[in-house]
């Protein structure tokens, strides 16, 4: 499967976001205190994520009935 330049920046953002994830309940699971900025980060990737794919799927769906 050969992918776009703009689907490889989703696949590395999509690891960016799990693996702040993985960071953030990991120092949870240790019983410290993480840095609001890993939340943050974390939230700010999956938003962008979820956005882009609510664009795609917004222009599939024009295309087809517009």
């Known amino acids: 499967m050969k992918l776009s330049q703009v689907q ?16 953030y309940f990991g120092i949870l699971s240790v ?10 980060l974390a939230t700010a990737i999956a938003g962008f994520e979820i956005f882009f794919f609510g664009q795609e799927q917004w222009l599939k769906r024009r295309g087809k009935h517009g």
């Not at 205190?33 to 943050?40: E, G, H, I, N, R």
């Open 31 to 40: 019983g410290g205190a993480p840095s609001p900025t890993v939340a943050m």
């Open 8 to 23: 490889m920046l989703r696949v590395w953002a999509g690891l960016t976001g799990l693996c702040l994830v993985a960071f």
